[in-house]
């Protein structure tokens, strides 16, 4: 079935350093993808998404490229804040009808001052 | 954007007793929404589908007696634990998608956090 990865954190990482969290996927057909971002103690928001292969989503300063060949989705930032510190979930639509999307384990990031 | 809400957001009860939690689409209707469970540290997993008007389709090893899923309307739908046990003890997330309009997206309620004593 329909799965995705995502690196295992924690991650710990000193202000206006560059972040990294990798995604890849497994599905059939062509899936879209998302990242949500979860602070503590709150429901989950969306961060960005892709559609369709090479879109490229950003939000915030937060960017993901679609990357059919390599079946990826990694998400980078430039350079990160104290207040990006959250659970970062990499996850699919496996179809873009009305189904339930299927998650990574989330990525905790702790980024310090 | 379309805002999904969920009441309530903290709940704390004895062992035994039941638990309604509402998911509600303020803005926008909902054919289908979504249940989801998360344990403390881990990912959503899928509990089970509501659907309007019909039954709930329930993931595999989730007890549909004991999680009792009523989506009487194209805004609402609830879930009840029944006969709560610590165990049950998560946080309860739903989601929906619009049934009309240009959204492409689920929206997620803010959870309910469930705490069984």
């Known amino acids: 079935g329909d799965s995705v990865t995502q690196m295992e954190g924690p991650v710990t990482l000193s202000e206006e350093a560059f972040l990294t969290i990798n995604c890849t996927y497994t599905?059939?057909?062509?899936?879209?993808l998302f990242w949500y971002v979860q602070y503590p103690g709150e429901g989950l928001q969306l961060l960005l998404k892709?559609?369709?292969?090479?879109d490229k989503g950003s939000n915030k300063g937060f960017e993901a490229t679609y990357r059919k060949e390599t079946t990826s989705f990694h998400l980078e930032k430039g350079s990160v804040q104290v207040s990006d510190s959250a659970v970062y979930f990499c996850?699919?639509?496996?179809?873009?009808?009305?189904?339930?999307?299927?998650f990574g384990k989330g990525t905790r990031l702790s980024v310090i001052a | 954007g379309a805002v999904v809400s969920q009441h309530p957001s903290r709940v704390i009860c004895k062992s035994g007793t039941s638990v309604k939690i509402e998911c509600r689409s303020l803005?926008?209707?909902?054919?289908?929404m979504f249940w989801y469970r998360q344990f403390p540290k881990q990912s959503l997993m899928l509990m089970a589908t509501?659907?309007?008007?019909?039954?709930?389709?329930?993931e595999q090893g989730v007890e549909k007696d004991k999680f009792l899923i009523n989506h009487a309307s194209l805004t609402l739908s609830t879930l009840t634990v029944t006969s709560a046990h610590p165990e049950d003890s998560s946080f309860y997330i739903c989601?929906?998608?619009?049934?009309?309009?240009?959204?492409?997206?689920?929206?997620f309620g803010p959870g309910t956090r469930l705490t069984v004593l």
């Open positions: 509501s659907n309007e008007g019909s039954k709930a389709t329930y």
């Open positions: 892709a559609t369709k292969a090479d």
């Open positions: 599905a059939t057909g062509y899936p879209s």
């Open positions: 989601s929906a998608r619009p049934s009309s309009g240009d959204y492409n997206e689920q929206f």
């Open positions: 803005d926008f209707q909902a054919t289908t």
């Open positions: 996850a699919l639509e496996p179809n873009s009808g009305n189904t339930p999307l299927v």
